[in-house]
């Protein structure tokens, strides 16, 4: 069971990287990985919010995750070395 101090911690960890380049692995189930780059845009009290690149086209979208995606390791989420 998750507790709402594990929430409230990544939380705090997340909301230090806004504004910073990131990389996101996304487990998107049956064997199916996505890894984008972006930038981490805002984050709320229940999700965060990060823009990333189209690979066709030179357009921006936005993809948002919610703080428990990273505490079941649906996602993980690391600082991009500039």
């Keep these: 069971m998750i507790?709402?101090?594990d929430i409230t911690e990544v939380r705090k960890r997340v909301d230090?990287?806004?504004g910073s380049k990131v990389l996101v692995k996304a487990n998107k189930g049956r064997k199916r990985i996505v890894?984008?780059?972006g930038v981490l845009q805002s984050?709320?009290?229940?999700i965060f919010v990060v823009k990333?690149?189209?690979?066709?086209q030179n357009t921006y979208r936005t993809v948002?995750?919610?703080?428990?995606d990273i505490l079941t390791n649906n996602v993980e989420l690391s600082l991009c070395q500039e």
């Design 52 to 56: 990333v690149q189209n690979e066709l």
């Design 43 to 46: 984050t709320y009290p229940s």
């Design 3 to 5: 507790a709402k101090e």
């Design 64 to 68: 948002s995750y919610s703080y428990t």
């Design 16 to 18: 230090g990287y806004v």
């Design 35 to 37: 890894i984008k780059q």
